[in-house]
T-cell receptor, first 112, second 114 residues
């Protein structure tokens, strides 16, 4: 089944404790992206990747890192999480940037 | 700066009536426009897109949208709403000038009452 998977689905952590949210797609998509969803703000793009080893900042990259060493994986790293990073995070992928994106199920992160 | 506006936080419509969810955009360059739907506790699902060509675009589940360049709008429509259409709808845009970054609207909650 074609899908985007994210892990974990739920995470409660404390300020400053490094964490990684994994994202994987099995559709050989070139474009991958991370978003955060906050009430009243819609989705905001954190980072995106046009292909392997090609990543760039979205609208709200501060406090996040990403890597794209393999085409299928695009992990999101929070080196030192802070409470303002409490949010619902979505990973998405598409064959090309102008094609429809497939979204993962989301990761709800709480930083205390 | 590029932006997308969804002026209505919520739209209420009776089942069987037509529905419209509004979206306007502000971009430099030609826009590529998308609509996505989010059901509770789920990720977003693609509905339709406008890249070029016919201004009226048809998508999934009977939805359609009309690209209006002069009004910089891309409103989502459906002739006859279903209760199962109740969800959160997002408009999104990328542009030829800034092809890689997506901008989403704040979302519109559609409530369809029986």
């Amino acid at each position: 089944e074609a899908q985007v998977t994210q892990n974990p689905r739920y995470l409660i952590t404390v300020t400053g404790k490094k964490l990684t949210v994994t994202c994987s797609q099995n559709m050989n998509h070139e474009y991958m992206s991370w978003y955060r969803q906050d009430p009243g703000l819609g989705l905001r793009q954190i980072y995106y990747s046009m292909n392997v080893e090609v990543t760039d900042k979205g609208d709200v990259p501060e406090g996040y890192k990403v890597s794209r060493k393999e085409k299928r994986n695009f992990p999101l790293i929070l080196e030192s999480p802070s409470p303002n990073q409490t949010s619902l995070y979505f990973c998405a992928s598409s064959l090309k940037v102008y094609r429809e994106q497939y979204f993962g199920p989301g990761t709800r992160l709480t930083v205390t | 700066a590029q932006s997308v506006a969804q002026p209505e936080d919520q739209v209420n419509v009776a089942e069987g009536n037509p529905l419209t969810v509004k979206c306007t955009y502000s971009v430099s360059g030609n826009p590529y426009l998308f609509w996505y739907v989010q059901y509770p506790n789920r990720g977003l699902q693609f509905l339709l897109k406008y890249i070029t060509g016919d201004n009226l675009v048809k998508g999934s589940y009977g939805f359609e949208a009309e690209f209006n360049k002069s009004q910089t709008s891309f409103h989502l429509k459906k002739p006859s709403a279903l209760v199962s259409d109740s969800a959160l709808y997002f408009c999104a845009v990328i542009t030829e000038g800034n092809f890689n970054k997506f901008y989403f609207g704040s979302g519109t909650k559609l409530n369809v009452k029986p």
